[in-house]
C-alpha cells in the first residue's frame, strides 16, 4: 500500500462522503477530522486509583505495539502472504484516517503481552457501556489495567489521548461463547459489553457520544465499519469502509467484502444513520463472529443483532452475571424461491385459508398468478400450491387482504380493482374459501361496483379490531389520508364507516400498513410503514399515539409490502412477514409494540 493511499487529507475526505452516503439525509456535514472534545461535565470526576495506574502502565509504545486480540492462533484475520491470492477485482477499499469520537481501542494485559481489539461507546442508561467482540472480551483477565481509549492516537500516551482513557472495570459475554476459534453455532454470540469507569472529563458516552444499539434488520444493508487494524497501518490510525452486506451462508451472520480490515478491527462497529453533529448512529453489527470474524482481510462477519444481543445488553446495563439463553442455530431460508423471484412479490396476505386452525400464507405475484403456502404451524411453510393462474386479473389488483368475512371458518380475500394502469376502479371484491378451488372459482360477493366511493382508498386492512374473536373488520385508507373502519365486514355489504383519521397529509404517504397483535389489549393493531422505513403500530385503530416498532434507515424504507400472521401457533398473531425490494423476505417471530421480534429468514438474498 502506498503512503498516499494512507494519507490523512484523503482519508478524512472520504470518510465525509462516506459516511454522508450512509446517514442518507441526516445531518449533510459529517467530517471527522481531528476532534474538538465537548466542554467536560462540572464538576469533574477525580482520578479513579484504577485510572491513574492504568494511565502511568499504558505509554504510546506500548499501545502501539500491542498486538491483535485475534492474533491467538485462530486463522481469521491472519495476514496475507505476498503469494497468497489478493481480494477480487473491484473490492472496496478501507481508508485510514482519524476515526469517530466514540470508536476507539480497547487494550489489556494479558499472558500473551499487551494486547488491542476495536469498540465503540452504545448509549446505555448509565452511559458507560462499550460494544466489541466476545472473543475480544470473554478471557480477559480485568486486574491488568484494561483501558478503552476513544477515538485513538498512537504518538500520545493514555495521559494525553484526545478524550482521555476511560478504565474497564466489567465485562458481560454471553456463557455460550467460547472463543475466536470456533467456526460453531456459538460463533453468532460473538459480541460482549464492557463498563468502563469516568475520567476527569465525565462519563465516556457524555464526552464522546454513543451508538444506539439497533437490532439488524436484514441481511442486505449499507454499512460503514469502522476499527483499528494492526497489520499494514504502521500509524496505527482508523481504517473505515462503507460498502453493502449480505447472508453469511450457514450461520445467523451478515458478510461483508472490503480490503484492508487487518488483524485489530474486531469489534469494530458496522454504522447506519451516522449523525456527526449530534454524535449518534445506528450500530447493527460488529466484526465477529466464525473464526473471529473473517477468513482474510477482505472478507469479515458480524452475528446477527436480535434478542440474544439485546438480552446481553440489560444484563449490561442491570450489572447481572449473563445467563444467556437458548442458542439459536441459523434457520435455513424457509421457502424455497430465490429473491429474484420473491422481488415480484407484489402482495401477501395471511389466514387459516385451508381451515385447519394454522395460518397460512397467499402470495399475488404482479403476473396475476397467486400461490398459497399453507403453514406448518412450526414457523414453516408446505410447497406452494397455485390458486389463480398467470395472466389472471389479479394483475390488476390494487390493494388485497383477508379476514374471516363469511363465517365459513376458512380466510377470505378481498381485493380492491384497478384497471391496467393501476387507476382504482372502485370495484370491491370478496372472494369466500379460495383455498379449495382457487381464487376464480369461488364465491365472489361485489362490495362495491366500478365507480362507488371505493375508488378513493389505496389500501386496505383486514382484521379483527374490534374484537379477537373474529377477524371481520376492514380499515381503508385513502388516497387523501383519510383511515376509515367497517365493522362487521361480510358478504352482504361493508356496513357503516367510522373515520378514524381525517384526510392528512402523513397517512398519504404511507408505504404499507398490515394488521398484528403487538400492544396486548386482546385484539389486533394497525401497523403502518412511512417513506423512510420506520414501523409504527397503533393501539388497535387509535393512531392518534404510535409505537416504533421498528426505526426508518437506509435498511428498511423499501418495504412496500408486508403481512402478519400466527405462524408458530404461539396464539398470537405477532408474526411479521416483510419483503423487501430485492425480494429478500423476513419473518419477525413474536414482535410486540417494543420492537420487532425473532428475525428469520423466509426467502434468502
Not at 489489556?108 to 472473543?135: M, R
Not at 403453514?375 to 414453516?380: A, E, P, S, T
Not at 386496505?460 to 374473536?469: C, I
Request: glycine share 14%; aromatic share 8%; proline share 6%.
Amino acid at each position: 500500500m502506498t503512503p498516499s493511499r494512507w494519507s490523512r487529507s484523503r482519508w478524512s475526505r472520504t470518510l465525509s462522503i462516506a459516511l454522508a452516503v450512509a446517514a442518507c439525509g441526516t445531518t449533510a456535514s459529517v467530517a471527522v477530522a481531528a476532534p474538538t472534545p465537548p466542554p467536560a461535565p462540572t464538576p469533574a470526576p477525580a482520578a479513579s486509583d484504577d485510572l491513574r495506574a492504568a494511565e502511568k502502565y499504558w505509554t504510546a509504545e506500548r499501545m502501539s505495539a500491542a498486538k491483535p486480540a485475534d492474533d491467538k492462533g485462530t486463522p481469521a484475520r491472519a495476514p496475507r502472504s505476498a503469494k497468497a491470492a489478493g481480494p477480487p477485482k473491484g473490492t472496496p477499499q478501507g481508508t485510514l484516517g482519524d476515526g469517530l469520537p466514540m470508536v476507539g481501542t480497547f487494550f489489556y494485559k494479558s499472558a500473551q503481552g499487551d494486547t488491542s481489539c476495536s469498540a465503540s461507546v452504545v448509549k446505555s442508561p448509565g452511559k458507560n457501556l462499550v460494544l466489541t467482540a466476545g472473543h475480544c472480551a470473554k478471557p480477559r483477565d480485568l486486574s491488568n489495567y484494561p483501558i478503552f481509549v476513544p477515538q485513538f492516537r498512537s504518538d500520545k500516551d493514555a495521559g494525553h489521548q484526545p478524550f482521555g482513557v476511560f478504565p474497564v472495570q466489567a465485562k458481560f459475554v454471553d456463557p455460550a461463547y467460547t472463543d475466536s476459534r470456533s467456526t460453531g453455532q456459538d460463533s453468532n454470540l460473538d459480541f460482549g459489553f464492557l463498563r468502563v469507569g469516568a475520567n476527569g472529563k465525565g462519563k465516556v458516552e457524555d464526552v464522546v457520544g454513543g451508538l444506539r444499539l439497533t437490532a439488524t434488520p436484514r441481511m442486505t444493508n449499507k454499512v460503514t465499519v469502522v476499527g483499528y487494524p494492526n497489520d499494514n497501518n504502521p500509524g496505527r490510525k482508523a481504517v473505515s469502509c462503507t460498502t453493502g452486506t449480505k447472508h453469511y451462508q450457514g450461520y445467523r451472520q451478515m458478510e461483508l467484502d472490503c480490503a484492508n480490515l487487518y488483524r485489530g478491527v474486531s469489534g469494530g462497529p458496522w454504522i447506519m444513520n451516522y449523525d456527526a453533529r449530534n454524535r449518534t448512529g445506528d450500530v447493527i453489527g460488529i466484526v465477529g463472529g466464525s473464526g473471529g470474524g473473517g477468513a482474510n482481510h477482505w472478507t469479515s462477519y458480524s452475528p446477527v443483532f436480535d434478542q440474544a444481543i439485546q438480552r446481553l445488553y440489560a444484563d449490561a446495563v442491570n450489572d447481572r452475571t449473563p445467563t444467556g439463553g437458548p442458542l439459536r442455530p441459523q434457520n435455513s431460508p424457509i421457502m424455497p424461491e430465490r429473491a429474484g423471484i420473491w422481488s415480484s412479490a407484489r402482495h401477501l396476505v395471511t389466514g387459516d385459508f385451508d381451515g385447519d386452525g394454522r395460518d397460512d400464507l397467499v402470495v399475488v405475484w404482479k403476473d396475476g398468478e397467486a400461490t398459497l403456502y399453507r403453514g406448518d404451524g412450526k414457523g414453516g411453510f408446505e410447497s406452494g400450491r397455485r390458486i389463480a393462474d398467470q395472466g389472471s386479473a389479479l394483475k390488476r389488483a390494487v390493494s388485497v387482504t383477508g379476514g374471516t368475512f363469511t363465517g365459513s371458518g376458512h380466510a377470505d380475500l378481498v381485493v380492491l380493482w384497478g384497471d391496467d394502469k393501476g387507476t382504482v376502479s372502485g370495484k370491491l371484491s370478496l372472494f369466500a374459501d379460495v383455498a379449495k378451488a382457487g381464487v376464480f372459482k369461488s364465491r365472489e360477493s361485489v362490495l362495491g361496483k366500478a365507480g362507488s366511493d371505493w375508488k378513493y382508498a389505496a389500501k386496505l386492512v383486514g382484521g379483527g379490531f374490534t374484537s379477537a374473536a373474529r377477524r371481520n373488520d376492514l380499515v381503508a385508507v385513502y388516497r387523501d389520508g383519510e383511515v376509515g373502519r367497517f365493522n362487521g365486514v361480510s358478504a352482504s355489504g361493508t356496513g357503516r364507516e367510522t373515520v378514524i383519521l381525517k384526510k392528512n397529509d402523513a397517512w398519504k404517504g404511507a408505504t404499507a400498513v398490515t394488521a398484528a397483535r403487538v400492544s396486548g389489549r386482546g385484539g389486533e393493531d394497525l401497523l403502518v410503514r412511512w417513506p423512510g422505513g420506520m414501523l409504527q403500530a397503533c393501539a388497535g385503530t387509535d393512531c392518534n399515539t404510535r409505537t416504533t416498532l421498528q426505526p426508518g434507515n437506509t435498511s428498511t424504507k423499501d418495504a412496500s409490502v408486508m403481512a402478519a400472521g400466527d405462524f408458530s401457533s404461539s396464539g398470537r398473531r405477532d408474526d411479521v412477514v416483510v419483503r423487501w425490494s430485492n425480494g429478500e423476505t423476513s419473518r419477525y417471530e413474536g414482535s410486540t409494540a417494543r420492537g420487532l421480534g425473532i428475525w428469520n429468514p423466509l426467502v434468502s438474498p
